[in-house]
């Protein structure tokens, strides 16, 4: 088969891999990756026949930043942290990365900066600083108390005092990272030159961290309050976050991209977002060209959880919108391991594969969820993410989930020479490239099987979403159809997610005029392609098929 030839925007029909580059790979032996060590790695993700086969690589942040948290504190948006490499070796990596036909994401800090940034230095200077409405300052109230009572993502008050001006700074996650003022059209000119800075360096698109906070109501409210296990959740964020100066900005964003149709921009929201996340689109071609939609996310193995966010995220995406899918990133426990509780994680993870690579949107994988990489199982003294330390172990926090890639079963997994800053996840000597790279019944194969149906395939692509309510409780069965002109192209997928084998017919109605096809591929590596019938078929324990419907 030959590749389908979207007309559509690229990262419709792109496979984007996210790269946590302290964790990829490590080119000088210090045990924190490096730009170096991405590049030496491309041809593994894309440019030979037996690469990943991916489009794009978003890369999280790496621009010279104290590591409060893990650079999205930034202190210099237009220069790359010494950790990682230079500016030369930026450019080396997006020249290599074109070079194989993949793309480069960087991600967008817009809603705060680190307090060691210039501008912040600036307006914490004096009252007077010109740069002093660049960031969000008020006084308290009396008996020295905050402004209000807004809660901070990471625990604490949203408001630091700031002892040499006698007043309070805004900061919706980390004391050292103060929130941009985006009322200020200073503020926004900035950053776009920031976004032009990086589009001269060929950059292809950015993910935008933490969208929705870029609002804020200026006369200060209180937010209501309601009870929860911790400040953050202990109230109603009504005023400090999703407010209508959000989506001013963004318009502005993609107004000032207006001749530059080929830059993607993805949006990172909260998935309680009043209106959910898909308001972060606009009308579909003002706003942003994705929003992440995080509910399956954080949802459990459950097919009626799975059908529900599935058709209620895929029905809110405007006309001129796209969504992404997405199961694991740099925040959360990887979905092998939170799909995998109470069941066979192996089996769930090949079958939530399937899923990745056939709902409607952009697949997004996280680096190591290829190969099955597991949450590492960490010791405190392990810890390194402010945040996990924070709320451990009550709270699995992020460092689990941030562990090196395994690349072969050598001592350090073939991440680094040195000592890794993460140790490495319990199990790389059995779960890591080398050992899966050529076996056609691991992870890594079915990964690469997935994006190559993927790729060929107009439905899947391009194709709609039409959901199936027959079967069985425990399954999802779905069709994906793609038509033009007298072009038609019709594929089923049916996922078990339960432990327990079924036998399931589907009634001519949902398939009509189709009743047979052929089984072309399965997440069981024993079984084969087969002629299928809509009358009866099977499904084994967590398996995941696809069909070609006549």
Same mark, same amino acid.
């Given at each position: 088969m030959t590749p389908a030839q979207p007309s559509a925007p690229w990262w419709q029909s792109a496979v984007v891999y996210q790269i946590y580059p302290w964790s990829f790979q490590d080119s000088n032996g210090?045990?924190?990756?490096?730009?170096?060590?991405?590049?030496?790695? =491309? %041809?593994? =993700?894309?440019?030979?026949?037996?690469?990943?086969?991916?489009?794009?690589?978003?890369?999280?942040?790496?621009?010279?930043s104290p590591m409060h948290d893990f650079g999205y504190d930034v202190k210099d948006y237009c220069d790359i942290d010494p950790r990682f490499g230079t500016l030369a070796d930026f450019d080396r990596l997006t020249l290599e990365a074109h070079r194989r036909g993949i793309r480069?994401?960087?991600?967008?800090?817009?809603?705060?900066?680190?307090?060691?940034?210039?501008? /912040?230095?600036?307006? !914490?200077?004096?009252?007077?600083?010109?740069?002093?409405?660049? *960031?969000?300052?008020?006084?308290?109230?009396? &008996?020295?108390?905050?402004?209000?009572?807004?809660?901070?993502?990471?625990?604490g008050s949203a408001w630091t005092l700031d002892r040499h001006t006698g007043q309070y700074y805004l900061h919706s996650f980390l004391p050292e990272q103060p929130d941009l003022n985006w009322t200020n059209p200073a503020v926004r000119e900035a #950053?776009?030159?920031? +976004?032009?800075?990086? $589009?001269?360096?060929?950059v292809d698109g950015f993910r935008l961290d933490a969208i929705n906070w870029l609002g804020k109501e200026t006369s200060w409210p209180d937010n209501p309050r309601r009870l929860a296990w911790r400040s953050y959740y202990r109230q109603v964020? @009504?005023?400090?976050? %999703?407010?209508?100066?959000?989506?001013?900005?963004?318009?502005? $964003?993609?107004?000032? $991209?207006? %001749? @530059?149709?080929?830059? /993607? =921009? #993805?949006?990172?929201?909260?998935?309680?977002?009043?209106?959910?996340?898909?308001?972060? *689109? &606009?009308?579909?071609?003002?706003?942003?060209?994705? #929003?992440?939609?995080?509910?399956?996310? !954080?949802?459990?193995?459950?097919?009626? +959880? /799975?059908?529900?966010?599935?058709?209620?995220?895929d029905r809110a995406v405007p006309q001129g919108g796209w969504p992404p899918v997405v199961f694991s990133n740099h925040d959360q426990s990887r979905h092998i391991d939170r799909y995998g509780a109470g069941g066979d994680p192996i089996r769930r993870a090949r079958a939530a594969a399937l899923l990745l690579f056939t709902l409607r949107g952009t697949p /997004? +994988? *996280?680096?190591?969820?290829? #190969?099955? =990489?597991?949450?590492?199982?960490? !010791?405190?003294?392990?810890? @390194?993410?402010?945040?996990?330390?924070? *709320?451990?172990?009550?709270?699995?926090?992020?460092?689990?989930?941030?562990?090196?890639?395994?690349?072969d079963d050598?001592?350090?997994?073939?991440?680094?020479?040195?000592?890794?800053?993460?140790?490495?996840?319990?199990?790389?000597?059995?779960?890591?490239?080398? @050992?899966?790279?050529? %076996?056609?019944?691991?992870?890594?194969?079915?990964?690469?099987?997935?994006?190559?149906?993927?790729?060929?395939?107009?439905? $899947?692509?391009?194709?709609?979403y039409h959901p199936i309510d027959e079967g069985p409780k425990e399954c999802l069965l779905f069709t994906r159809e793609f038509r033009e002109a007298d072009k038609r192209q019709r594929l089923l997928i049916a996922v078990n997610f339960s432990a327990q084998p079924h036998r399931i017919s589907v009634s001519v109605a949902s398939l009509a005029p189709a009743t047979t096809g052929t089984l072309i591929l399965s997440t069981d590596p024993q079984r084969v392609e087969e002629d299928w019938n809509a009358d009866q078929f099977h499904l084994g324990p967590d398996e995941g098929i696809v069909v070609s419907l006549q």
């Amino acid at each position: 088969m030959t590749p389908a030839q979207p007309s559509a925007p690229w990262w419709q029909s792109a496979v984007v891999y996210q790269i946590y580059p302290w964790s990829f790979q490590d080119s000088n032996g210090d045990g924190i990756g490096d730009l170096p060590g991405i590049i030496s790695r =491309l %041809d593994y =993700l894309n440019g030979s026949a037996d690469s990943l086969g991916v489009d794009a690589i978003w890369l999280s942040p790496i621009y010279p930043s104290p590591m409060h948290d893990f650079g999205y504190d930034v202190k210099d948006y237009c220069d790359i942290d010494p950790r990682f490499g230079t500016l030369a070796d930026f450019d080396r990596l997006t020249l290599e990365a074109h070079r194989r036909g993949i793309r480069v994401v960087m991600d967008l800090v817009l809603n705060h900066t680190s307090n060691e940034h210039p501008w /912040f230095i600036e307006s !914490r200077s004096s009252r007077t600083s010109a740069k002093r409405d660049w *960031y969000y300052w008020a006084d308290g109230k009396s &008996g020295r108390r905050p402004p209000n009572n807004w809660a901070a993502r990471f625990g604490g008050s949203a408001w630091t005092l700031d002892r040499h001006t006698g007043q309070y700074y805004l900061h919706s996650f980390l004391p050292e990272q103060p929130d941009l003022n985006w009322t200020n059209p200073a503020v926004r000119e900035a #950053v776009f030159d920031v +976004v032009r800075f990086w $589009l001269d360096r060929g950059v292809d698109g950015f993910r935008l961290d933490a969208i929705n906070w870029l609002g804020k109501e200026t006369s200060w409210p209180d937010n209501p309050r309601r009870l929860a296990w911790r400040s953050y959740y202990r109230q109603v964020h @009504r005023y400090d976050r %999703d407010q209508p100066h959000t989506h001013e900005a963004l318009r502005a $964003l993609r107004a000032s $991209l207006k %001749d @530059r149709a080929d830059i /993607f =921009l #993805v949006g990172e929201t909260s998935s309680d977002t009043p209106g959910g996340p898909a308001v972060f *689109y &606009g009308d579909g071609s003002n706003e942003l060209h994705e #929003v992440f939609d995080f509910r399956l996310l !954080r949802s459990d193995w459950r097919p009626e +959880v /799975f059908r529900r966010l599935i058709t209620d995220s895929d029905r809110a995406v405007p006309q001129g919108g796209w969504p992404p899918v997405v199961f694991s990133n740099h925040d959360q426990s990887r979905h092998i391991d939170r799909y995998g509780a109470g069941g066979d994680p192996i089996r769930r993870a090949r079958a939530a594969a399937l899923l990745l690579f056939t709902l409607r949107g952009t697949p /997004f +994988v *996280y680096y190591g969820e290829e #190969v099955g =990489l597991r949450d590492g199982r960490l !010791r405190r003294s392990d810890l @390194r993410d402010p945040y996990t330390i924070r *709320y451990w172990p009550w709270k699995a926090g992020r460092d689990p989930a941030r562990t090196p890639m395994p690349w072969d079963d050598s001592p350090q997994g073939g991440f680094t020479s040195g000592t890794p800053w993460l140790p490495l996840s319990q199990d790389w000597r059995l779960t890591n490239v080398a @050992r899966e790279q050529h %076996d056609p019944s691991s992870m890594l194969s079915l990964y690469k099987r997935l994006i190559r149906l993927k790729k060929h395939s107009q439905a $899947l692509t391009l194709g709609a979403y039409h959901p199936i309510d027959e079967g069985p409780k425990e399954c999802l069965l779905f069709t994906r159809e793609f038509r033009e002109a007298d072009k038609r192209q019709r594929l089923l997928i049916a996922v078990n997610f339960s432990a327990q084998p079924h036998r399931i017919s589907v009634s001519v109605a949902s398939l009509a005029p189709a009743t047979t096809g052929t089984l072309i591929l399965s997440t069981d590596p024993q079984r084969v392609e087969e002629d299928w019938n809509a009358d009866q078929f099977h499904l084994g324990p967590d398996e995941g098929i696809v069909v070609s419907l006549q």
